[in-house]
């Protein structure tokens, strides 16, 4: 297969995978394509910030600035089916009600939400939309686009970094529990740049804000678990995303 077919079929597969978008018939779902398609998850970021940026502009037209980002996020989760947000919460339900790793493994594959989980999806979900909301439209925008590129870059590295933790059963997550190259690596990086680079400033706090976050909770994933998970992945997403934000709009001028 030319290698540009093949690149072609993998993005298509990381799209159908990551999203709620189809994929062309053509492009079927071998795992084999999954396994390399690992370096695309921030263009995926790219394609969800975007929606999100553009729902939040034009609901910024229509609406205050509240409710625009409100809209942004509704956008988003309705383009990922809140893939990453279901992560957040099972793992949280997990951390905070098992103390063995064989216990936190089981409570992650309930698919009922409890207590530690809703909590950490609405405070997560509050916390982002408020710094949204704290900038102009514009910069909002463009926090978007780079915040759910780079959190998304951040796991590719957390994979990069740590063992597959579960060893048998199924799991979404397994058809990318494989080493990480530093090409993938460096493919993903590079993704990130545009956005970035547009934002200009505030890229360094969050950017920074981010990397401290990725880092102790892959620490922290290693200590109890010795190892990722596919939700603790959806975790780590939502929390380099929220470091981001958070970092960002330290160096962003406040709307009058």
Not at 91 to 120: C, E, H, N, Y
């Amino acid at each position: 297969m030319p290698a540009a077919k093949r690149e072609l079929i993998r993005l298509f597969a990381a799209i159908q995978f990551f999203t709620c978008l189809p994929a062309p018939a053509w492009v079927g779902h071998s795992q084999e394509h999954l396994r390399g398609a690992i370096h695309y998850l921030p263009v995926i970021g790219l394609l969800v910030g975007c929606t999100g940026a553009a729902a939040l502009l034009l609901g910024s037209l229509l609406w205050p600035p509240l409710v625009a980002v409100v809209a942004s996020s509704v956008a988003t989760i309705l383009l990922t089916g809140a893939l990453h947000e279901d992560g957040l919460a099972d793992a949280m339900d997990g951390f905070g009600g098992g103390r063995t790793r064989d216990q936190v493994l089981a409570i992650m594959k309930d698919p009922r939400i409890g207590v530690f989980g809703a909590s950490a999806l609405v405070l997560a979900l509050l916390l982002k939309m408020t710094c949204l909301q704290a900038v102009v439209p514009a910069r909002a925008a463009l926090l978007l686009v780079s915040g759910h590129a780079l959190s998304r870059f951040g796991v590719v590295v957390l994979m990069a970094c740590l063992p597959y933790a579960r060893e048998t059963g199924p799991s979404r997550a397994r058809p990318f529990a494989q080493d990480v190259s530093s090409v993938s690596i460096a493919v993903a990086g590079l993704t990130c740049i545009a956005p970035l680079a547009l934002l200009g400033a505030p890229t360094l706090g969050g950017a920074a804000a981010a990397a401290m976050l990725g880092g102790i909770w892959g620490l922290y994933l290693r200590r109890r678990l010795g190892g990722y998970t596919g939700d603790s992945m959806g975790a780590g997403q939502q929390l380099m995303e929220l470091g981001f934000y958070l970092g960002a709009i330290t160096r962003l001028p406040w709307p009058s």
